[in-house]
């Protein structure tokens, strides 16, 4: 794995499927999805020349293959990245300080305090279901409330320093002293700032303006504009076949950033950034989560799962597969597709599972047993896309698939039956799994996790009494 960081050379433009028309500007002006990056490598890739030696995949995607035998023309399928996440330059030292979006249970500014918890029970009411008769999804027990008093505070920042972060999943401040928690807190605008333009709508066919179903027409939209200390932080690896032969292979990231700066477009109107790359020596300079140490109470073990990046989990309609295999429905959204929306049961393993542990002659993992019992959510962000055409799945090209996506910053309660279990659980969920975190082990997005979504860290915690 690499370690890029790019430094833009220009405003950035990113957008969504939202509209841009008149006063309309979209979504502009919001942080980079993990899926723009990896199109901007992808994009990279193919224009770097290295097509010829590249490994060839089938036409298709989930599946849905090209029904022409061995036809095989898609490249760099083992591209994948994590990121972007803002990392702050220090000018003298050079020094890189990564950050990352704030967890939604601590909510309070320039503190790392735990402002959120889940509450088993409410005043007068002792040993009873408070939520019995609630709103509350069927695969949840409690209900999330906020531990502190109504305020009309001055905005809490969104971002939180590595050294932060880890301070945070222990549950202190660590030794942030007032003056380094105002650099270890950041809000949007001391980031970067956002830049608005007024722009003429171009005729696609003529590709001029004041003609077509461009006459007329006007555009407002909104660009980011990083400050002279900031940079986008990237996680990418992209390890291919050497001559279709699996135990050959060769890095594409190090061969396209041949140690020495390199121009990467990124985003919308083919921004152009500045890519450099640095070598994996050490941990990857992302949050490490508790992989053991977990709260107990009532004979419970306490995890709670913090999402790093979004994630992506579809609905899933009920149907029997080809080889008889019933697949059960899931209607997906804010719940993962690997928890059971009927009572909460995490349906991961403490190993593989038993398709891949037949296909690779492995022993399959053993269940965990653990449930989801809270859960804070944000609302949702979209994900969508523009394809060219190929002939398997999407001959005409076209809008890709629009996905609501769970946005970074949520948070997750598990409750697991024995101190294995929470373990098991953690190694399942964190980022790292039980390594040393020099890799990404877990991207618990059901789509787009090579792209980067679904990458979280756990901790523990406890019961609000109010």
């Known amino acids: 794995m690499h370690i890029v960081i790019l430094q833009p050379t220009d405003v950035l433009f990113f957008r969504d499927g939202r509209p841009m028309d008149g006063s309309l500007a979209g979504h502009t002006m919001a942080w980079p999805l993990p899926d723009v990056i990896n199109h901007a490598f992808h994009a990279a890739l193919h224009r770097s020349g290295f097509a010829n030696s590249a490994h060839k995949h089938r036409r298709g995607r989930s599946g849905n293959y090209s029904e022409v035998p061995n036809e095989r023309d898609r490249l760099f399928g083992c591209l994948k990245t994590a990121g972007p996440f803002p990392v702050r330059l220090e000018q003298t030292s050079g020094r890189q300080n990564w950050y990352f979006p704030r967890p939604k249970d601590a909510q309070q500014a320039a503190t790392l305090k735990i402002t959120h918890l889940p509450v088993k029970e409410l005043p007068g009411q002792p040993n009873r279901d408070p939520w019995h008769d609630c709103s509350l999804s069927d695969c949840l027990e409690y209900a999330v409330a906020n531990t502190e008093p109504p305020s009309k505070d001055e905005e809490i920042e969104q971002w939180l320093s590595l050294e932060a972060f880890q301070a945070y999943i222990k549950g202190t401040d660590g030794n942030l002293t007032p003056d380094k928690l105002r650099t270890a807190l950041l809000k949007d605008t001391e980031i970067a700032d956002v830049e608005s333009y007024i722009g003429i709508a171009i005729d696609p066919e003529t590709q001029t303006t004041g003609k077509g179903v461009a006459e007329g027409k006007i555009y407002s939209a909104h660009y980011l504009r990083l400050r002279e200390e900031f940079r986008l932080g ?12 699996p135990n050959q292979r060769q890095d594409l990231i190090d061969k396209l950033l041949n140690g020495k700066p390199t121009q990467i477009l990124v985003g919308g109107q083919q921004r152009v950034c500045t890519a450099n790359r640095h070598d994996v020596t050490s941990p990857l300079p992302l949050p490490k989560g508790l992989a053991a140490g977990f709260a107990k109470t009532d004979g419970k073990w306490l995890i709670k799962w913090i999402l790093l990046t979004p994630a992506i989990w579809p609905e899933i309609a009920e149907r029997t597969t080809g080889d008889g295999t ?3 429905s899931h209607p997906g959204g804010w ?11 995490v349906l991961l393993t403490s190993g593989p599972g038993l398709k891949k542990a037949l296909r690779k002659k492995l022993t399959p993992g053993a269940q965990i047993n653990a449930r989801l019992v809270a859960a804070i959510v944000p609302k949702p962000i979209v994900v969508t896309g523009w394809a060219l055409p190929n002939d398997a799945d999407r001959p005409e090209g076209g809008a890709k698939s629009t996905h609501l996506a769970v946005p970074a910053g949520a948070v997750y309660y598990f409750e697991a039956d024995s101190e294995a279990d929470a373990k098991n659980l953690a190694n399942a969920l964190n980022w790292h799994g039980d390594g040393d975190g020099k890799e990404i082990k877990n991207r618990r997005s059901t789509l787009l996790g090579e792209q980067g979504f679904g990458l979280g860290v756990c901790g523990t915690w406890k019961f609000y009494f109010m």
């Open 326 to 328: 019933q697949i059960n």
């Open 234 to 245: 990237v996680i990418a690896e992209a390890m291919d076949k050497v001559d279709d032969q």
């Open 335 to 345: 719940l993962p597709n690997w928890i059971a929306p009927n009572d909460g049961k």
